[in-house]
């Protein structure tokens, strides 16, 4: 039974954490947990705490790191693959961030990938003149 005052920093149910993320089958209107528990499987970053019967409680980490793995997939076209790289690395910063992501961009040309490429080195630029400064 949900209890109604529940605080939103509260560990959450996998179908309350789906609920949260709108993870929910646009025909059916089901909540899609089986998503949240594959992607469990495939990245070592989502740590939910599992409790008697086995059940998971999400944590608000938790629940921010899926979000950011569902935008990577979903939004972005990066791949599973992709997101282990980016997750595993940490704050990277490359000219093409597309590379070695497993990221399908017909549009590299496009005027907001320069923008995004120039950004990129802008960022690198940055990087190296504190390197360089100590």
Not at 90 to 113: C, F, N, Q, R
Request: proline share 2%; no cysteine.
């Amino acid at each position: 039974m949900k209890t109604p005052n529940k605080k939103n920093a509260a560990y959450k149910t996998i179908g309350e954490a789906t609920k949260q993320l709108g993870l929910i089958d646009k025909n059916t209107g089901r909540l899609q947990t089986h998503t949240i528990r594959y992607w469990q499987s495939q990245f070592k970053q989502i740590k939910p705490s599992i409790k008697a019967g086995n059940r998971r409680y999400f944590s608000e980490k938790d629940i921010k790191i899926i979000s950011y793995i569902h935008f990577l997939l979903k939004k972005k076209g990066l791949t599973i693959s992709g997101v282990k790289k980016l997750l595993d690395k940490g704050e990277t910063h490359s000219i093409d961030a597309t590379l070695d992501y497993g990221v399908y961009k017909p549009d590299l040309l496009s005027s907001k990938s320069i923008k995004d490429k120039i950004r990129n080195i802008s960022k690198i630029v940055k990087e190296l003149k504190k390197i360089k400064n100590g």
